[in-house]
């Protein structure tokens, strides 16, 4: 398995920008793909986004497509999460998550590796 550390999130106000980083050590990350959930209190987890191994599949849920955009650096073990035009119902913990699968899926249990998550929270 990968360990995965999301970091980038913060207080930012409506219409803002924010990029996340989730970081991979422990193993390679070159064949895993990545996806981005993010869970608000009260709700499920649900899927953000995600990105195949090589970086040319990409899955975004509806609600952030066109402000989200997910990218990923392997020389860098490392993908990110760029946001911007953030609505305040974009408020929650956000987590990476990497599965051996290599393609990218929305379902969570595809995923064998989680991070701890990072805090985004938007002011109206």
């Known amino acids: 398995q990968v360990q995965l550390a999301e970091s980038g999130g913060r207080l930012v106000q409506a219409g803002g920008s924010l990029r996340l980083s989730c970081v991979a050590s422990g193993r390679t990350f070159l064949s895993y793909a990545v996806g981005w959930f993010r869970q608000a209190p009260g709700n499920e987890r649900e899927f953000v986004a995600a990105?195949?191994?090589?970086?040319?599949?990409?899955l975004y849920a509806a609600l952030v497509k066109g402000r989200f955009t997910i990218s990923r650096d392997n020389a860098k073990n490392e993908v990110s999460l760029q946001m911007i035009n953030l609505k305040p119902e974009d408020t929650a913990v956000y987590y990476c998550?990497?599965?051996?699968?290599?393609?990218?899926?929305?379902?969570?249990?595809?995923?064998?590796?989680w991070g701890q998550g990072t805090q985004v929270t938007v002011s109206s």
């Open positions: 998550a990497a599965s051996r699968t290599g393609a990218p899926g929305s379902e969570a249990i595809l995923y064998d590796s």
């Open positions: 990105i195949n191994w090589a970086g040319d599949r990409i």
